[in-house]
C-alpha cells in the first residue's frame, strides 16, 4: 500500500477529500506539510514505518487506545504528516490532546468508508510515482472507479453511478441495502443512458447547474447528480439515488466533495485513454496508406473489419482541425460500443473509422452506428455528415480497399440527393461504378468514342438534342415509343432524330458492341444533366452546356 507521490500539501489532500470523507481534529504543524505516502500504521514496529510526510491509517485502532497514544511522539519526531483513523463515537480528546503536543496531525475518516476505499481516495487525491503532471495519479493508482462508486455511496447514503460525457456507464456502486429501481439496473445493463428528449433535458440542466440538482421525475425512483468538471471542462457526472427517505444536505454536500475526487480519476483515466487513442489512430493512419503494422499493436486479434468515413463540411464557424478532433472524439465513443478495439483518426475533410467486427455481427448495426454518430453531430456539435462505409474484409492488406470504398461512397453522396447522410457501399455500387468509369473516360481521351465527341460538340453549337435522344433510344431499349415519352415529343420526331444521328455521326444501332458502348458514354457524359423541355422553360443541358432547344 505504500505509495509515493510528488508532494501535493496536506491541505490539498484534505480539499479534494471533502469534508464527508475526512475532517481534521488538529494541525499543530499547519496543513501546508508535503504529503509523501500513505501507508498503514503499525505500532507493533519498533521504528515503525513513518517516514517524513506520510499518512498514516490506523486500521483498527481506537482513538483512546494506549499503543497508539504512546506512539505519537515518535511519529511527530518522524515528521510524518498526519495519522488518520476512524472514531467510531468514541471520545476524540485525549489523542487530539497528545497529537497536540507531539505535533501531528490527525484526521477523523467517516465511519461508513471502508479502509480500501480510503485507499483508493488518497491515492487519487495524492497522486502516485509515474505522474506526468503534478497531482494526476499513475494508471497503477489511479483506483478503482468502482471502488469509488461504492465509497461514495457509503457516503451519500444511496447507489451510485459514474458516467462519462457520452452519458455512458462508467462505474456503479453495489453496497447491499440501497434501493434501486429498473431504469438503473437497465442503463447499468446496456451501459448507456436512454437517448430521449426527457432525458437529454436533465442533462442539458445538469451540464449548466454549478452543483448537485435534484431530479424528481425521469424514474420511479427520485436522483441526486452533479457534473464532474476540471475547471470548465466537463468530465462527466455522477448520479445517487433515493430512497423512501429523501437525501439531505449532508448527501448533496458528500455527493459535490466526491466530484472533485471523481474528477482526478476521470483526467487520469481519460490522458491514458487519449494516448491510447492517439497511437492507435497513427497506427490506423499508416494501415489505410497501405503500410499495415502488426494486428496486435492495434488491438485486433483476428476477424472481420470495415472502413468508416465521415466527411466534414467545407463551410463551418469552426476551424477544421478543432472541429476535426471534436467529431474523431464522437465516432470514437460511439464505435467503442460496438467494439472496443476500434480506431479513429482525422485526415484533412475525412475522418476514419477501423472497427472489428463479430462474425455473427449484423451489417445493419453498422449502418446504425454511423447514423447515431451522425445524428449526434447534428444535435451536439450542430454540423451535418455524411457517411460512407466500405466493404468488410478479412486482411489488413484489404483495409486500404475498404477505405477506397468509403471514399467513393462519400463521392456519391455529395453528388446524390440531398437527404441521404448514410449509404455504404453495397447500396451505392452501380453508381460508384459509373462515376469511378466517367473519371477514366474523362482523362483518356484514347477510350473515347469519336462519334460521341463529334455529337455533343454538334449539339453543343447548333442547339440539336442528338446525344439526349440517343440515350434515351438506349435507355429504353430502343422502344422508340417510350423514350418519346420520356422527351415529351412525338414519335415521329424522335425516328428522324434517331436516323439523323446514324447518318451525321456514322452510329451503326446494329452493333450490339456499339450500342454498349455508346449507351456508357452518354451515360457518363450526358446522364442526369439531361432535361426536358417543360423543366427548363424552352432550353436543356448537355453536359456542363445550356443551348436553345431545337429539332
Known sequence: MTNHCAHPSLARILGLLGTSAARLLTAPAGCDIPVTEHTVLDVTEDEGPARAGAVLLAVGMRPDAEALLDALPALGRARVAAIALKTRGADTGPLVQAATAAGVAVLAVADVIPWRHVDALLAAAAGNAGQDGPGFPSAGAVGDLFGLANAVAAMVGGAITVEDPQQRVLAYSNLPGQPIDDPRRDTILGRQVP???????????LWRAPGVIRIGDAAPLPRIAVAVRAGTELLGSIWAVESDIPLGPEAEQALADA??????????????????????????????????????RLGIESGLMTVLAFELPSASGTPVGVLGLQVADLVTACAETLASAASCVV?????????PLAEDMPRTRVAALAETVVSRCQESLHTRLRAGLGSTVADFADVPRSRQEADRVLA??????????????????????????????????????????AMLRHDAEKGTRYAETLLAYLDAFGDTTVA????????????????????????DLGDADQRLVLWLQLRLTVGEGRATTAADGGRHVVGAHQVPCRD
Open 259 to 296: 466530484a472533485a475526487v471523481a474528477a482526478l480519476h476521470l483526467l487520469r483515466l481519460r490522458r491514458a485513454t487519449e494516448l491510447e487513442r492517439r497511437a492507435r489512430g497513427e497506427l490506423l493512419r499508416s494501415l489505410l496508406a497501405g503500410r499495415p503494422p502488426s494486428a496486435a
Open 484 to 507: 418519346a415519352d420520356r422527351l415529351h415529343i412525338h414519335q415521329n420526331t424522335f425516328r428522324y432524330r434517331v436516323r439523323r444521328v446514324g447518318e451525321l455521326f456514322g452510329v
Open 412 to 453: 456519391v453522396l455529395a453528388t446524390g440527393p440531398r437527404g441521404t447522410r448514410v449509404a455504404s457501399i453495397e447500396d451505392v455500387r452501380c453508381q460508384a461504378i459509373l462515376q469511378e468509369l466517367q473519371e477514366t473516360v474523362a482523362g483518356n481521351p484514347r477510350i473515347q468514342l469519336a462519334s460521341v465527341t
Open 195 to 205: 437517448r430521449d428528449d426527457n432525458y437529454q433535458r436533465i442533462y442539458r440542466r
Open 347 to 355: 485526415d484533412g475533410q475525412v475522418v476514419y473509422a477501423l472497427l
